[in-house]
């Protein structure tokens, strides 16, 4: 079965960084845009950073623009999510998604209705 495996998550005082990984499984990497979503306790479930299948394009939320960085690595399967300048409005379950594209050239999608498989989440705390 397809399988995404998240880590990096922890407890990190604001102004931290953080990175996070994801891991697929049972599928190459390659022809799949991944996406960062989160969900805080009460809150519903948010796109956070998105990337293509090639890599070519990257979808951002207004609220991290400018601190988290989306990347892949197709060769280890990976994709990362650097996270800087952590905020406390960050905390949440973090997880990685994954959809379909083969080799067309699309853009970035970030709504997690449009994502098929899911990691089981990393949790991210950030507290003084």
């Known amino acids: 079965q397809l399988q995404l495996v998240e880590s990096g998550g922890g407890l990190v005082q604001p102004g931290g960084s953080l990175r996070l990984s994801c891991v697929a499984s049972g599928f190459t990497l390659d022809y799949y845009a991944i996406g960062w979503f989160r969900q805080a306790p009460g809150k519903e479930r948010e796109g956070v950073s998105c990337?293509?299948?090639?890599?070519?394009?990257?979808n951002y939320a207004d609220s991290v623009k400018g601190r988290f960085t989306i990347s892949r690595d197709n060769a280890k399967n990976t994709v990362y999510l650097q996270m800087n300048s952590l905020k406390p409005e960050d905390t949440a379950v973090y997880y990685c998604?994954?959809?379909?594209?083969?080799?067309?050239?699309?853009?970035?999608?970030?709504?997690?209705?449009?994502?098929?498989?899911w990691g089981q989440g990393t949790q991210v705390t950030v507290s003084s």
């Open positions: 990337i293509s299948n090639g890599g070519g394009d990257t």
């Open positions: 998604a994954a959809v379909y594209f083969g080799i067309a050239i699309v853009q970035a999608i970030c709504s997690p209705g449009e994502y098929d498989y």
